[in-house]
């Protein structure tokens, strides 16, 4: 007899599995915080973490990453039999390589009354393989589900949290970046030695994609550029750019970087690459602080609640899809659309759902305030903030596209992240397409879609991906 059913569970350390039983599930979760999986058909799989288990093998592997699946194996054999049987450790099979990737259990019972449920319990208590665990007359398969995202009966919050384990910028890249940065602080500073690097951007932020650049701003002198309201001076940042270059240049092979051009943009830019043994692609400005400051804003929602880096990732991957080249091509770059996201979690949630976040410069100005020297650049948001908003991941990107196709006139309103709000736009920003605030500096970081064009296609665009979302549930079909 072989029942199935297609539905994700979350189990022990964080792994997913896809438990395959019968067309009825009870789920609930035990005091160790594990999931207990019960059907209603005459044999019962129930996987459930025991703190006391007498199986020594099983207690001493509660800590190893490297263990999945079965503890206390619990079945029952009509309605009388049962039996408790305690498996032995069961090792990650070899061709699941991520500990956190989407698997499958595919469990198989062939009842046998003429095996009593004790004997089978002697016999097999000390099985071991990697693959199958056999009880008597019963099995479990783990097979790795990674890259069927778009199968039909994986639940859309389901399938943002695989996006976002599959395309967020794993910690052991990000880390490799903080050590070449770090390399390029020492060669900065043997040519200035009040001169600082700071990483921004995405990076930063902890909302970085797979194959991110790294965004750097070098801060001439920290005590005069770290002060909060300084005015950037563009001219003087190009200028100060090329002198940087020519360093770069001159030390040659002692500099961890391949400098190439400097783009004459709003904010300059040298377009650069780390050599060997990183290779990140980087894009270094000058002494423009506000970068910074609304990274490390931005960062402090991310990890206030984890759904707005796990949306966010998404959404900037849909983005870059739909959109190649973003700002640069005349469209709206990653920050922005950033921000919408968070203004959408800010005020856009319905009159039924309270919002995900308030201001945070509005609750905890002084945190915004201070200089650059004062920030914590590694820390989480230093509150211990909890949403009132409860809604899951589906509803909350069904509700972004939603909003931004149907609620919101763009040519008639200002994004306001800072004041946690949308606002009437003032005359002399009637200009734009789009008016979406940046937060620390008030500039519009939508100035750059300035042709007509190009602003319907991103509105057609997202009342495409709320229809898509709406008839499909599928992340997939969003790229298609």
């Given amino acids: ?66 263990t999945v699946a079965p503890r206390l194996q619990k079945r029952y054999h009509g309605s009388n039999d049962s039996s408790d049987c305690v498996f032995a450790k069961k090792m990650k099979p070899d061709d699941v390589e991520n500990d956190m990737a989407l698997v499958k259990c595919v469990v198989k019972t062939d009842l046998v ?28 398969e783990v097979i790795d589900l990674t890259s069927e995202l778009d199968k039909s009966w994986l639940p859309l919050d389901e399938q943002i949290q695989q996006f976002f384990l599959l395309n967020a910028e794993p910690e052991k890249v990000t880390q490799e970046k903080v ?12 040519y200035n030695r009040k001169a600082e ?27 005069f550029f770290s ?14 750019l090329y002198c940087y270059k020519s360093e770069f240049d001159h030390l040659d092979s002692a500099c961890p970087l391949n400098a190439f051009n400097i783009i004459d943009a709003t904010v300059p830019i040298m377009i650069s690459k780390f050599r060997e043994p990183y290779y990140f692609r980087a894009d270094i400005s000058m002494n423009s602080p506000s970068g910074i400051r609304s990274s490390l804003l931005i960062r402090h929602y991310a990890t206030a609640d984890e759904r707005f880096a ?20 005349g469209y709206i770059g990653g920050f922005a659309w950033t921000l919408l996201l968070l203004n959408y979690m800010q005020c856009g949630t319905g ?27 590694e820390g989480k948001f230093p509150e211990n903030f909890v949403s009132p908003n409860k809604q899951s991941l589906s509803s909350l990107l069904y509700g972004f596209f939603y909003f931004y196709a149907y609620c919101v006139d763009f040519l008639k309103t200002m994004f306001s992240v800072r004041k946690g709000s949308i606002l009437p736009r003032q005359p002399e920003h009637a200009k734009f397409f789009m008016y979406i605030e940046n937060p620390i500096n008030l500039k519009n970081v939508a100035k750059s879609l300035q042709v007509k064009k190009k602003y319907e296609q991103i509105k057609a665009e997202i009342i495409n991906a709320y229809d898509i979302l709406a008839t499909t549930c599928s992340v997939n079909s969003l790229f298609e």
């Fill in 179 to 190: 050590a070449a940065v770090k390399k390029l602080a020492k060669c900065v500073k043997e």
């Fill in 351 to 377: 009159e039924n759902c309270p919002p995900v976040f308030p201001s945070f410069q509005d609750r905890y100005p002084s945190l915004y305030a201070k200089s650059l020297d004062e920030m914590d650049f």
């Fill in 310 to 329: 796990k949306l966010a990732v998404l959404i900037k991957c849909w983005a870059n899809k739909k959109f190649p080249g973003g700002a640069k091509h």
């Fill in 113 to 140: 009354d003429s095996f009593t449920l004790d004997s089978s319990k002697k016999c097999n208590r000390n099985a071991n393989n990697s693959n199958v665990h056999k009880l008597a007359d019963t099995s479990v």
């Fill in 1 to 66: 007899m072989e029942n199935t059913i297609h539905h994700p569970s979350l189990v022990i350390r964080g792994t997913y599995y896809r438990a395959l039983f019968g067309d009825a599930l009870e789920e609930s979760y035990s005091s160790v915080g594990t999931r207990t999986l019960e059907t209603t058909h005459t044999s019962t799989l129930t996987e459930q973490g025991d703190a006391d288990s007498s199986n020594s093998n099983v207690e001493n592997d509660s800590y190893n990453n490297n």
């Fill in 197 to 223: 690097v700071y990483m921004f951007g995405s990076t930063l932020s902890k909302i970085a994609s797979r194959n991110s650049d790294i965004d750097l701003c070098i801060i001439d002198d920290k005590k």
């Fill in 227 to 240: 002060r909060f309201n300084v005015e950037f001076h563009r001219k003087e940042s190009k200028r100060r």
